[in-house]
Each structure stands twice: as structure tokens, then as C-alpha cells.
């Protein structure tokens, strides 16, 4: 499928949308997956050639908050170094949140988690990594409410992770523009 897509729009980045599981061909990496093991694997998938960059997903309804900032390390510091030294692509961590259904929930727990978020990712852009930046799942404007799944940011409901969200967008705004490189391109930003 990805060498069709890029036959009829070679313009256009292309990625897979996948959460980052690692399968039983990478047994070493089955170790980072969340709890439960699923037939994906982040390694061969993003091989093909069509790909031009990987994705993780990490989300949380349970297993503490020390749990959770652990994993929040290991997860996206393993694709990491995948990402950079076997698959030479830039990864994107594309969804991540924490949902409202936690026991325990609170605002600026939330805040916090992102926080811990958007500061590895950064770091990791910011030391040459191959991290291209986060996106939060999900953002909902007012009167959505059918889409709602617990995880939400209504933006007008929740200024304080607003404030996190823009102060994130802009030093990796900056950082881009710091970079000596220019950034045509993800294959020329991470060669």
C-alpha cells in the first residue's frame, strides 16, 4: 500500500499510524509494551522504504502515576534510538494523553504528565534525536461532547494546558529555526 500511495503523491510524508508495539521478531524490544502483547511490529513495518517517518501512541487509564512516568520514559526512548539508528527515520509521538476516567484524575495531573512529555520530547529534537515533535490526543472544540472518550482537552475548559500545548509549540518552533540544517525535509533533517 505505502509504494501505491507514493506512486500517485510522491509530495506528501508518509507514516503508518502505528502505536510502537514490538513483536516477537524483536523479543529484546517486547519488553517496553505496555502490559500486553499484540502482532505489530514497530521495526519491520517502518523498514519499508515508502515510509518516511514512525509514530508511537502511549495512553493511560491505570497503573499509578509512577508507573505511568516510567513507562513515559522507556516508550519513547526506546523507538528513539530504533528510529535513529536502525530505521534512520524521524519519529513523531503522535498520540499521548491521560484520560479523565482515571481514578484519581485531577487537572494538573494532567498538566504534569504532559509536561514530562513535551519536556523528553524536546530534549530529544533538541539533542539531534530523531523525535520530530508530540501531539496530544485530543483536542475537542466546545459542543463536541459525542466525541468525547476521556481524554479531551476542551481547549476553553483547560487553560492551563493550553499554556503547556503553545509554550511546547514554540521552542520547538525555535529549535527549528535554530537548526543549521534546513528543514525541506525529514530525510534531510535526520541524515
Given at each position: 500500500m505505502a509504494s501505491y500511495t507514493k506512486s500517485i503523491d510522491s509530495q506528501h510524508l508518509l507514516e503508518i499510524g502505528m502505536e510502537g508495539f514490538c513483536g516477537d521478531s524483536v523479543p529484546d524490544r517486547k519488553q517496553f509494551n505496555p502490559g500486553y502483547q499484540v502482532g505489530t511490529n514497530f521495526i519491520s513495518n517502518n523498514l519499508i522504504k515508502e515510509i518516511d517517518f514512525t509514530t508511537i501512541h502511549a495512553y493511560f487509564t491505570t497503573s499509578g502515576e509512577e508507573g505511568q512516568l516510567g513507562f513515559m520514559e522507556r516508550w519513547p526512548t526506546s523507538h528513539w534510538t530504533d528510529s535513529r539508528r536502525i530505521l534512520k527515520k524521524p519519529l513523531v509521538f503522535a498520540e499521548f494523553g491521560k484520560s479523565k476516567k482515571d481514578p484519581g484524575y485531577s487537572l494538573s495531573g494532567r498538566d504534569s504528565f504532559l509536561s514530562n512529555a513535551y519536556s523528553n520530547i524536546y530534549k530529544s529534537a533538541r539533542s539531534?534525536?530523531?523525535?520530530?515533535?508530540?501531539?496530544?490526543?485530543?483536542?475537542?472544540?466546545?459542543?463536541?461532547?459525542?466525541?468525547?472518550?476521556?481524554?479531551?482537552?476542551?481547549?476553553?475548559?483547560?487553560?492551563?494546558?493550553?499554556?503547556?500545548?503553545?509554550a511546547q509549540s514554540q521552542k520547538m518552533t525555535q529549535l527549528i529555526h535554530s537548526l543549521s540544517t534546513p528543514y525541506s525535509s525529514c530525510q534531510d533533517y535526520y541524515y
Open positions: 539531534g534525536g530523531t523525535m520530530g515533535g508530540g501531539l496530544v490526543w485530543r483536542i475537542l472544540g466546545e459542543g463536541m461532547d459525542s466525541y468525547n472518550d476521556g481524554y479531551e482537552i476542551v481547549m476553553s475548559q483547560s487553560p492551563s494546558t493550553v499554556g503547556l500545548i503553545e
